[in-house]
Nanobody, 117 residues
Framework: QVQLVESGGGLVQTGGSLRLSCAASERTSSTITMGWFRQAPGKEREFVTSITWSLGRTFYADSVKGRFTISRDTAKDTVYLQMHNLEPEDTAVYYC??????????WGQGTQVTVSS
């Protein structure tokens, strides 16, 4: 069973930047997509961004377009989320996920991002 290990969360001021990483515990040839959701206190988990593993196509929520960039390193089975111009509304627990063709979706444990005003 694939495990996802996230890192890079923390506290940053408005306008600052953070970079999140998510590494898969084992290599798999069935990865379709990796990406990120986030969940703010009292709110539902929402989609942030994703990237297709083979072609590197990217998708973003409207709220983060132009500020967040997702990328992948297929050799390291790792996905990155570079976040710029952070806003207090970006404060949330960020969850990495991967979709595998053979066994479905797996989630990371989550990493806290807090943006102070």
């Amino acid at each position: 069973q694939v495990q996802l290990v996230e890192s890079g969360g923390g506290l940053v001021q408005t306008g600052g930047s953070l970079r999140l990483s998510c590494a898969a515990s084992e290599r798999t040839s069935s990865t379709i997509t990796m990406g990120w959701f986030r969940q703010a206190p009292g709110k539902e988990r929402e989609f942030v961004t994703s990237i297709t593993w083979s072609l590197g196509r990217t998708f973003y929520a409207d709220s983060v377009k132009g500020r967040f960039t997702i990328s992948r390193d297929t050799a390291k089975d790792t996905v990155y989320l570079q976040m710029h111009n952070l806003e207090p509304e970006d404060t949330a627990v960020y969850y990495c996920y991967t979709d595998l063709s053979k066994s479905g979706r797996y989630w990371g444990q989550g990493t806290q991002v807090t943006v102070s005003s």
